[in-house]
């Protein structure tokens, strides 16, 4: 690529002219056309520049002819770099523009120069993907993103095992298996509003399509059952999906199928399971959780089993939400690794599922409730599209290797042809970073050298 199409020739002004004295007042399409190349190089707006650019129009003649020859070598120095680094997203931004005067969440240095990327803790809350390979730096990175934000609530979903080795340097305890979620409303709502928002999301991840209303049926009954023990005893208890469960026997069936009954029992067992996830009627406080540092160990859970209690989860922090002012400033952090367990579409062999689902309604909402979100994957296409859409900020670590996913990683991180076709290069560690609101192009740049820990690799 040649930004520079001819050789810079500039002649002195004429101090004999009028218009000496009021030189910066003229046109001159010398200097014009030379700041348009230093703009199209993104040179243009650091400090040196324009010092140099003043003094090549306002000062003396031998200031300014000196002053021009400066600015020409800078453009010829990028020429030969650009020719030699052969990277397709140059021109790299400068510190200016993306070390955010070295504030905020240091996410990777830019290649060649070092400069660090940082921005605001608060873009976090505009959610974030990132993509790559294994074994390619996917959980360093965010490691070392979360390490720097040991000031705000964390929740780690974490189906690999892995994290648990990084709770003490992320200040976070880890709760490991087995434990159990109760149905207990977030603090605002009623009993009524919540079940009846928790099942409509189970029939969902089950595919219960008519399932819903045995489902609110059951509820009832467990809800009425509920009120009667506490008005008998005169001490107060939670409910379970168990207690749902067993509610379904009551359900009059002259008004649904009978197999409606049996498919809404079967959904419940795939999500209660035989570890019981959701059997008991006192499980992990919820409201501690989401004002703490958590891993929580997912590894022995099914695979509807974590769709369900990330749905759960999200669900809960939506729901409370709704009695919060909106803030603009993160709040806490929720960080899904391994996403495909949790996010990706259900497709099978009878079929692709749907694009989108629930989740672009709770990511929306959760924004406004300072909650920002980190999914990792390895791949783009199986990720719910309203999901994908709703983060804003991209980072791939290692690059991609399915090149059928190219046109959307191009759209969604502003990419070129030539930047998309170098992604499949990419070595690990490499990365692209896009915080959209930090600095309008994709940077590329190098995750900084996490050690790895005593126990395994954590280079996921």
Known sequence: MSLIGRNYSFQNPDPNSRLYRFKSLRYDPEMEELK????????????????????????????????????????ED????????????????TAEQISNNRQGIHVCNQTG???????????????????????AGKSSAIFYGLSQM???????LDIKNIWRHRAQALNAKVIQPPFHIDLEPPYG????????????GLALITGL???????????????????????????????SLMDIYH???????????????????????????????????????????????????????????????????????????????????????????????FINRPDNAFGSAPSTGFWGHILSKLRGAGRGLIFADQLV???????????????????????????????AMNLTRDQADYIGKMKPRECIAYFPNLYPKPIHGVIPFVPSIAEGDFDE
């Open 381 to 411: 296409d199986p990720i719910f599209d309203d999901v994908k859409q709703l983060c804003t900020n991209w980072i791939i670590v290692g690059g991609l290797r399915d090149t059928q996913n190219y046109n959307e990683v191009m759209s």
């Open 150 to 156: 040991l000031f705000l609530p964390i929740l780690i």
């Open 113 to 135: 120069d070092g400069i660090p990327m940082s921005p605001d803790a608060d873009e976090f809350q505009l959610n974030t993907l990132v993509i790559g390979p294994p074994k």
């Open 78 to 93: 990028y020429k030969v770099e650009h020719m030699e680094a052969d990277d397709p997203y140059m021109p790299h931004a």
């Open 247 to 341: 509610a379904l026997d009551f359900v009059n069936t002259s008004r649904f199928k009978r197999d409606y009954i049996l498919s809404c029992k079967t959904a419940l067992q795939l999500i209660i399971g035989p570890n019981e996830l959701f059997s008991a009627r006192e499980g992990l406080p919820l409201n501690e959780i989401f004002t703490g540092r958590y891993i929580i160990e997912c590894c022995y859970l099914s695979m509807i089993q974590c769709r369900f209690l990330a749905f759960y989860f999200l669900n809960y922090l939506l729901q409370a939400s709704y009695h919060c002012l909106e803030s603009s400033h993160l709040k806490g952090i929720i960080f899904i690794d391994d996403s495909s367990s």
């Open 36 to 75: 348009q190349v230093l703009k199209a190089i993104n040179k243009w707006e650091t400090r040196k520049i324009q010092k140099l650019y003043r003094r090549a129009k306002k000062g003396t003649a031998r200031g300014s002819q000196q002053a021009v020859i400066q600015l020409l070598k800078i453009i």
């Open 189 to 200: 709502i009623t009993w009524y509003d919540w079940i009846f928002s928790v099942l409509d």
């Open 209 to 239: 399509q008519y399932g819903v209303v045995p489902f609110i049926e059951a509820a009832k009954i467990a809800l009425q059952q509920r009120e009667k023990y506490i008005n008998h005893t005169q001490s107060n208890t939670s409910l």
